[in-house]
Each structure stands twice: as C-alpha cells, then as structure tokens.
Nanobody
Framework: QVQLAESGGGLVQAGDSLSLSCAASGRTFSTYAMGWFRQSPGKEREFVACITGSGRNTYFANSLKGRFTISRDNAKNTVYLQMNSLKPEDTAVYYC???????????????WGQGTQVTVSS
C-alpha cells in the first residue's frame, strides 16, 4: 500500500512557475511508476505526465510538452512536477498517483493523493 500527499499548490499569475511535490509512504516507492493528473471544475480528470520507477523515462500530455517537467527522488520517496509559463487554463486540482506499470491511463493507477489546488490568474 502506498499513501500519497501532494503539496506546493497555490495562487499564481499567468507566466509564473510552480513546483508541486508528492511525498509517498512505504519502502517500495521505486517500484511504482508515478503520474500527475489534473481536474478542472466540470471536466474529467486528465493525464499530465508520468515517470518510470527509475526515473529514466517520462511521458507528457502533448499539450503540456515543453512547459511541464516530471522528476522523482527515490531516496526521498518524492515525485515532482515543475510547471513553467503557467496559463489560466492550467487552473485545476493536481493529483499524483502510483501505478504498477508505466502508463498514462488513469484506470491503471492504484493509489491517489488528495490533490492540491493550482489557480492561475490572468
């Protein structure tokens, strides 16, 4: 079992950067692929990025390539999402999740955090 806790959300202006963290419990963190997802009001939860257990491979939603970066520190049981050049449409609750396989498919993620709100003002 993995417990996840996101942090780092907040209110920023368009063009700003923000870094989210997701701390995981348990000794087996490095065996899980990790993903970031987001959900805006009235919309379905959508994929943002994912990273393999080793951190060697990453994958991003096409619309976010070049602005967002995902990384992890297995020694700290933490995965990060660096978001640059933020836009108002990036406003959402951001969730981290853990999966037994490297995937962008939401249904394949077994463990979820509670989410952290990111609000980007214009």
């Amino acid at each position: 079992q993995v417990q996840l806790a996101e942090s780092g959300g907040g209110l920023v202006q368009a063009g700003d950067s923000l870094s989210l963290s997701c701390a995981a419990s348990g000794r087996t963190f490095s065996t899980y692929a990790m993903g970031w997802f987001r959900q805006s009001p009235g919309k379905e939860r959508e994929f943002v990025a994912c990273i393999t257990g080793s951190g060697r491979n990453t994958y991003f939603a096409n619309s976010l390539k070049g602005r967002f970066t995902i990384s992890r520190d297995n020694a700290k049981n933490t995965v990060y999402l660096q978001m640059n050049s933020l836009k108002p449409e990036d406003t959402a609750v951001y969730y981290c999740a853990a999966a037994g396989t490297y995937t962008a498919i939401i249904a394949q993620y077994d463990y979820w955090g509670q989410g952290t709100q990111v609000t980007v003002s214009s």
